[in-house]
């Protein structure tokens, strides 16, 4: 059976407390009175409730310092006010001190359930608020990054270094390494924990809707715009500013960013003004833009305005310590009652892994999903990935001195991103192009390519 919610009721009118345990008692709700504030806080402190209310006008201590004091000992506790003497500086305190609702003597029953309701209602609301934030820090704390190899311990110990600090941050590295997890990770590690922690994926929107969502736009600047729309560089705070695939920006908005990032101000869309930002920009690219700048398709100066803090996520082959705790991570994570075999295993710590992270954990949902046996063994994987083992020939193919036969590589990827369009996306090409780690404009020319359109 589900508690009831407890409310204390507080009042030195008799007459009120026996009318209103009543009508709660009535509707559901264990009620505990109290005609003296000092008892009712006495008994708050060894028992536990959800709401308070109370008369603000009562002898030896007001309503507004009653529920003051109950905060301290719970700050999860809401709190209802009634009074007799309404006047607009009490309701004011009352609405400061944090109480949830206010009501004047006489109100009708009506208007008290309502306001217990909509009261306990905020609670829970507050209560999975904060709960969401403890799994969010948790989720992108360092302990809950999965990596004990050297590369990752590197990684994390410049991460650390550098969390608390206002530089701008640029984070390189290859489709499905966890760029976004290094960046939330900067975020919830640093004194900005509790400040939004706002992105956008520059590679997904057109130059100028991805203009209006980082600088915001002014009513009727161009079709569409009905009202006012603040950017996400503002709506971000003092938090952190989070563009990913930076090398995918048009050079025209380049241009604009370089001017916001040197004068910490950005002009909306259709603007005369600007307006001043505090978030901090991290940056993630899975190009090198040291080379694009070399071809001009990248602007220099907005480089080095970036590349302030470079943090490079090694591919998952340079981490290959890593791939049995990212498969025990996987299984859990997910509730999958399954286990992988030694030889399973070891598949996996041969394998070169083009889309690293990602395709792990793809691959691991996949096998836990379609195996019916509890322990997942080499005759449940995808033919290509039977039988791999390291050779010195597959050490020095993926070090380049040997090429890597095209047509497995092209089989494997047409597979995958086969896969993850009908079975993952169930057909929608932008949540595909999500989960593969790639724009939507480069899944649809492998789809063209494949004849997979």
Same mark, same amino acid.
């Given at each position: ?20 345990? !009543? ?20 008994? &708050? ?11 603000? *006008? ?5 309503? +507004?310092? !009653? ?5 301290? +000992? ?73 990596? &004990? ?26 489709? #499905?390494? #966890? ?54 560089? $503002? ?15 048009? *050079?025209?908005?380049?241009?604009? !960013?370089?001017?916001? !990032? ?12 600007? $307006? ?32 302030? $803090? ?44 083009? #889309? ?47 090429? $890597? ?29 999500? +989960? ?18």
């Amino acid at each position: 059976m589900r508690d009831k919610p407890h409310v204390l009721l507080v009042d030195d009118e008799e007459p009120m407390l026996d009318w209103l345990s !009543l009508l709660l008692e009535e509707n559901g709700y264990m009620v505990t009175c109290f005609a003296n504030p000092t008892d009712a806080l006495n008994w &708050a402190t060894e028992n536990s409730l959800q709401v308070l209310v109370t008369d603000i *006008r009562m002898p030896g201590m007001t309503g +507004l310092e !009653l529920f003051s004091e109950m905060r301290k +000992l719970n700050p999860e506790i809401a709190g209802i006010l009634i009074t007799a003497f309404s006047s607009v500086e009490t309701a004011v305190k009352a609405i400061r001190s944090g109480v949830e609702d206010y009501l004047v003597k006489p109100f009708k029953a009506d208007q008290l359930l309502l306001a217990i309701e909509k009261a306990l209602n905020q609670r829970q609301v507050k209560t999975e608020n904060k709960r969401l934030h403890t799994e969010l820090k948790k989720e992108f704390d360092f302990s809950g990054i999965v990596g &004990a190899s050297k590369p990752m311990l590197e990684l994390l110990e410049s991460v650390r270094k550098v969390a608390d600090q206002p530089s701008t941050v640029l984070i390189s590295g290859e489709s #499905g390494t #966890g760029k976004e997890l290094i960046a939330k990770a900067l975020h919830y590690n640093s004194h900005r924990a509790g400040k939004p922690f706002l992105g956008v994926n520059c590679g997904s929107l057109s130059k100028d809707l991805l203009e209006s969502e980082l600088f915001g736009h002014m009513k009727g600047s161009f079709t569409g715009a009905h009202r006012d729309k603040e950017g996400l560089m $503002i709506s971000a705070g003092e938090g952190t500013f989070f563009l990913d695939e930076i090398s995918e920006m048009d *050079r025209e908005l380049q241009v604009k !960013l370089l001017r916001a !990032l040197q004068e910490r101000h950005v002009r909306p869309v259709g603007g005369n003004t600007t $307006i001043p930002f505090k978030a901090r920009l991290v940056c993630a690219t899975n190009r090198d833009l040291e080379r694009l700048v070399a071809n001009s398709e990248f602007r220099e100066d907005l480089f080095y305005r970036l590349n302030v $803090i470079p943090l490079r996520v090694p591919p998952l082959r340079e981490r290959r310590d890593d791939i049995r705790p990212l498969v025990d991570f996987f299984i859990k994570r997910n509730a999958f009652e399954k286990t992988f075999s030694e030889e399973t295993l070891e598949i996996l710590e041969n394998r070169s892994w083009p #889309g690293n992270v990602r395709e792990l954990e793809n691959l691991v949902e996949r096998l836990c999903v379609m195996t019916a046996e509890e322990t997942i063994t080499p005759e449940h994987h995808p033919a290509h990935f039977r039988g791999a083992r390291r050779t010195e020939a597959s050490e020095e193919r993926r070090n380049g001195e040997h090429s $890597i036969l095209p047509q497995n590589l092209e089989e494997v990827e047409k597979a995958w991103v086969l896969y993850t369009l009908n079975h993952r996306a169930r057909g929608n090409k932008t949540k595909a192009a999500e +989960l593969l780690g790639i724009n939507p404009s480069t899944l649809h020319r492998k789809l063209d390519k494949y004849g997979l359109r």
